[in-house]
Protein backbone atom coordinates (compact mmCIF):
# COMPACT_ATOMS: atom_id res chain seq x y z
CA UNK A 1 0.00 0.00 0.00
CA UNK A 2 1.50 3.04 -1.22
CA UNK A 3 1.76 6.24 0.85
CA UNK A 4 -0.90 9.07 -0.20
CA UNK A 5 0.63 12.59 1.18
CA UNK A 6 -2.26 15.07 2.70
CA UNK A 7 -2.42 18.57 2.80
CA UNK A 8 -4.56 21.08 4.49
CA UNK A 9 -6.91 23.68 2.43
CA UNK A 10 -5.69 27.26 3.90
CA UNK A 11 -9.18 28.26 3.48
CA UNK A 12 -11.81 25.79 5.03
CA UNK A 13 -8.80 23.79 6.65
CA UNK A 14 -9.75 20.43 5.64
CA UNK A 15 -7.26 17.58 5.09
CA UNK A 16 -6.93 16.14 1.64
CA UNK A 17 -4.86 13.96 -0.73
CA UNK A 18 -2.46 16.30 -2.46
CA UNK A 19 -3.85 15.84 -5.51
CA UNK A 20 -6.84 17.29 -4.40
CA UNK A 21 -6.08 20.56 -3.81
CA UNK A 22 -4.05 23.71 -5.62
CA UNK A 23 -1.21 24.76 -4.58
CA UNK A 24 0.05 28.38 -4.70
CA UNK A 25 3.48 29.80 -4.07
CA UNK A 26 5.12 33.47 -3.76
CA UNK A 27 6.49 33.85 -7.52
CA UNK A 28 10.32 35.71 -8.06
CA UNK A 29 8.61 38.92 -8.26
CA UNK A 30 7.24 38.31 -4.28
CA UNK A 31 3.45 37.95 -5.36
CA UNK A 32 1.54 34.99 -4.85
CA UNK A 33 0.23 33.03 -7.76
CA UNK A 34 -0.79 29.76 -8.62
CA UNK A 35 1.38 26.85 -9.12
CA UNK A 36 -0.28 24.79 -11.60
CA UNK A 37 2.68 22.16 -11.50
CA UNK A 38 2.18 21.80 -7.88
CA UNK A 39 5.65 21.11 -7.84
CA UNK A 40 7.04 24.67 -7.43
CA UNK A 41 9.81 25.65 -4.80
CA UNK A 42 9.89 27.27 -1.78
CA UNK A 43 7.04 27.64 0.83
CA UNK A 44 3.59 26.85 -0.83
CA UNK A 45 -0.04 27.08 0.36
CA UNK A 46 -3.23 24.99 -0.71
CA UNK A 47 -7.08 25.37 -1.32
CA UNK A 48 -9.74 22.68 -2.10
CA UNK A 49 -9.61 22.26 -6.34
CA UNK A 50 -12.94 21.68 -6.31
CA UNK A 51 -14.52 24.89 -3.90
CA UNK A 52 -11.80 26.96 -4.79
CA UNK A 53 -13.30 29.96 -5.08
CA UNK A 54 -14.91 29.11 -1.93
CA UNK A 55 -12.18 28.26 -0.10
CA UNK A 56 -9.53 31.42 -1.29
CA UNK A 57 -12.86 33.97 0.49
CA UNK A 58 -12.47 32.42 3.26
CA UNK A 59 -8.46 32.27 3.16
CA UNK A 60 -8.54 36.31 2.77
CA UNK A 61 -11.05 36.36 5.33
CA UNK A 62 -8.93 34.79 8.46
CA UNK A 63 -5.72 35.62 6.73
CA UNK A 64 -4.69 31.95 6.50
CA UNK A 65 -3.11 32.17 3.02
CA UNK A 66 -1.05 34.87 4.58
CA UNK A 67 -0.18 32.70 7.17
CA UNK A 68 0.72 29.66 5.55
CA UNK A 69 3.07 31.57 3.12
CA UNK A 70 4.57 33.95 5.65
CA UNK A 71 3.15 37.37 4.10
CA UNK A 72 1.74 40.05 5.43
CA UNK A 73 -1.65 40.91 5.10
CA UNK A 74 -1.37 43.65 2.39
CA UNK A 75 0.95 41.66 -0.04
CA UNK A 76 -0.96 39.15 -1.36
CA UNK A 77 -3.37 40.90 -4.27
CA UNK A 78 -6.58 38.67 -3.92
CA UNK A 79 -8.16 40.09 -7.61
CA UNK A 80 -5.25 38.84 -9.37
CA UNK A 81 -5.40 35.45 -7.81
CA UNK A 82 -9.19 35.72 -8.43
CA UNK A 83 -8.96 36.30 -12.15
CA UNK A 84 -6.05 33.41 -12.06
CA UNK A 85 -8.62 30.99 -10.82
CA UNK A 86 -11.07 31.78 -13.32
CA UNK A 87 -8.66 31.45 -15.80
CA UNK A 88 -7.64 28.36 -14.62
CA UNK A 89 -10.95 26.60 -14.60
CA UNK A 90 -11.56 28.11 -18.01
CA UNK A 91 -8.53 25.95 -19.09
CA UNK A 92 -9.61 22.27 -20.58
CA UNK A 93 -7.47 19.89 -18.55
CA UNK A 94 -4.54 17.99 -20.28
CA UNK A 95 -4.48 14.65 -21.68
CA UNK A 96 -2.62 12.39 -19.95
CA UNK A 97 1.05 11.15 -20.84
Do not use: W
Request: net charge positive.
Amino acid sequence: MSHVPERSCVGCRVKRPKGDLMRLGVDPEGGVSFDVSGQGLGRGAYLCAGTAVECLALAGRHHGLARSLRLGHGVINYAKLQSQLAQIEETPPSPPR
